[in-house]
């Protein structure tokens, strides 16, 4: 299965976020993005689940142009966790997880272990507008496991999280990758991207991108390129032992 980007070029207003965008993902990889605020991450990942259209260009799932598809078929293959906030969701942690299988109508499945691996077991009866942020992400990354979507598209997925439940979030994406999906992430951490990407698509948000490995792209001058100057010095701090 295949999910990939031609020609793509995105619009904000007048501005051009991304030029002409060539982008095939790959079975088992985990695909970092990176860019500056208003680079254009978020319509990148909301337009490659289908949920927005390109100003030109298309995206395929397996040969097939995405509109062409119906929202319930691209729900079976291309999970998004989009950033936000759902506040306004009145069920529980439980129920809200349980709506990741939605695609898949009324087959059984089992949401307990997803409810595990995020350590939301106990929380499960718990309303879901009682969560903290942290717990409230947690539930966002468990509904999206429960979905097991083929296409894993994280729009800064680590926000709220601590330590512990970033490490989490990694091995999860690396099984996901293991067992032959795929998972893009869009990310404000570079030393994260150094180790735990396999690809880094750079998004300089005046249409010019870069696509390459953190080997690749990961060097103090291509970081200042696409943050500013003085960034690179910030990540370099403490970790000379590292790409960044
Ligand atoms: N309707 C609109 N009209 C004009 N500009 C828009 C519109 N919608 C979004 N934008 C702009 O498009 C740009 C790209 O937004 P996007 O959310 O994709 O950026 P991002 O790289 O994800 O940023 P961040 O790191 O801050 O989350 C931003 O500058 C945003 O203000």
């Given at each position: 299965?295949?999910?990939?980007?031609?020609?793509?070029?995105?619009?904000?207003?007048?501005?051009?976020?991304?030029?002409?965008?060539?982008?095939?993902?790959?079975?088992?990889?985990?695909?970092?993005?990176?860019?500056?605020?208003?680079?254009?991450?978020?319509?990148?990942?909301?337009?490659?689940?289908?949920?927005?259209?390109?100003?030109?260009?298309?995206?395929?799932?397996?040969?097939?142009?995405?509109?062409?598809?119906?929202?319930?078929?691209?729900a079976q293959h291309i999970g998004l966790l989009p950033q936000g906030d759902e506040g306004d969701f009145f069920g529980s942690v439980a129920e809200f997880v349980a709506l990741g299988r939605h695609p898949f109508g009324s087959a059984p499945f089992d949401c307990a272990p997803h409810l595990a691996r995020w350590e939301l077991a106990d929380l499960a009866g718990r309303a879901f507008a009682?969560?903290?942020?942290?717990?409230?992400?947690?539930?966002?990354?468990?509904?999206?496991?429960?979905?097991?979507?083929?296409?894993?598209?994280?729009d800064e997925p680590l926000t709220h999280l601590d330590p512990a439940h970033q490490a989490r979030l990694l091995a999860w994406a690396r099984t996901q990758a293991d067992a032959g999906g795929t998972v893009v992430l869009t990310l404000h951490d570079p030393n994260w991207a150094a180790?735990?990407?396999?690809?880094?698509?750079?998004?300089?948000?005046?249409?010019?991108?870069?696509?390459?490995?953190?080997?690749?792209l990961l060097t103090p001058a291509a970081l200042e390129a696409l943050y500013g100057p003085g960034t690179a010095a910030l990540w370099r701090q403490g970790k000379q032992d590292q790409p960044v």
């Open positions: 299965m295949s999910l990939a980007a031609s020609s793509l070029t995105l619009t904000a207003g007048a501005r051009t976020l991304v030029d002409s965008l060539d982008l095939a993902l790959d079975a088992g990889e985990v695909v970092g993005i990176l860019g500056a605020n208003g680079a254009g991450k978020s319509t990148l990942v909301s337009v490659m689940a289908g949920l927005a259209a390109p100003a030109r260009g298309e995206v395929r799932l397996d040969g097939l142009a995405l509109d062409r598809l119906a929202p319930l078929t691209r009682t969560l903290s942020g942290g717990e409230r992400q947690r539930a966002r990354l468990a509904q999206l496991a429960a979905q097991q979507p083929r296409f894993a598209l994280l180790c735990h990407c396999d690809r880094l698509l750079f998004l300089y948000g005046d249409g010019r991108w870069r696509l390459g490995t953190p080997a690749e």
